[in-house]
């Protein structure tokens, strides 16, 4: 496919000036004349330079990767359909839609984009870490970051011990037998061609654990309303979470509260002094 420069530039131009700064979390200022976001601010939200993205939207700039539309597509909020049509704008072919792929709806995005003060986080069906607030960092560290397998906290939670630190050691057993349960219904879902099956596989070739739980055959184990978090600075957390699904995306909004007055509520105050220096 040919890169379309004049309707890749009139479409990034018209996406950002339909989104006004509170649409994506940003405060509008005082002094604002712009009509719509500014090329600055899609850039950021979009994790790369002004200059690169005002080029994209002159029409002068280089051939984006898959990855570069990508980004530009979750920062400008876009549906899959407005994706997928800036990436054949771009000259890229859209991928397969799925249920374990990485684009976040912008309904989730919206709400997340308002939760600064809160700890929260959006994650696949997998457990892959999509995003996260500030203060979701300061609770369970930059989880985004990881790449292969162990982007699923099920994978690295038996490829990596040092992942279970941060929960309560009593919950341990349960959280174990939580993760293949999950990981056997996402694999039986999708197939045996599919992420989860492959997890599976190298989990089964990696860990003892895992195989003596996976011959349980156990299903339909959720998890509770309360979590037990150990955090390296603020020690025992006791805090409910809030689950909003995106059925269409197969994407979950996780919400963390603790109760008001209760120790772990002052706590989570001092998440954001904390900040992720803890990690």
């Known amino acids: 496919m040919q890169i379309d420069r004049a309707g890749l530039s009139e479409f990034l131009l018209r996406r950002r000036a339909a989104l006004q700064p509170e649409d994506v979390g940003l405060p509008r200022g005082a002094r604002r004349r712009t009509n719509g976001l500014r090329r600055e601010e899609v850039a950021a939200l979009s994790h790369m330079s002004a200059d690169y993205y005002a080029r994209l939207e002159r029409g002068t700039g280089p051939h984006p990767s898959e990855q570069m539309i990508a980004s530009i597509a979750q920062g400008l909020h876009l549906s899959l359909d407005e994706r997928d049509h800036l990436l054949r704008l771009a000259g890229h072919q859209p991928p397969a839609r799925g249920a374990s792929g990485d684009h976040i709806g912008p309904g989730l995005l919206r709400i997340l984009d308002r939760l600064n003060d809160t700890p929260a986080e959006i994650v696949s069906e997998l457990g892959e870490t999509l995003r996260q607030t500030p203060l979701g960092v300061a609770l369970t560290g930059e989880t985004t970051g990881f790449t292969g397998p162990m982007r699923s906290i099920g994978y690295r939670w038996f490829a990596d011990p040092a992942s279970r630190r941060l929960y309560a050691a009593e919950d341990h057993e349960f959280l174990s037998r939580l993760w293949v349960s999950g990981l056997r219904e996402v694999a039986t879902r999708r197939g045996p061609v599919s992420r989860a099956a492959a997890y599976v596989e190298l989990l089964l070739g990696s860990s003892e654990e895992f195989r003596a739980l996976w011959e349980r055959h156990e299903v339909g184990l959720r998890p509770g309303a309360t979590k037990h978090f150990v955090h390296p600075e603020l ?26 007055g209760s120790e772990s509520h002052e706590k989570l105050q001092l998440l954001s002094v904390i900040g992720a220096q803890a990690f």
Not at 235 to 260: I, M
């Open 235 to 260: 020690g025992a957390l006791e805090l409910s979470c809030q689950t909003l699904v995106d059925p269409a995306e197969s994407h979950a909004l996780l919400v963390y509260t603790a109760s008001p």
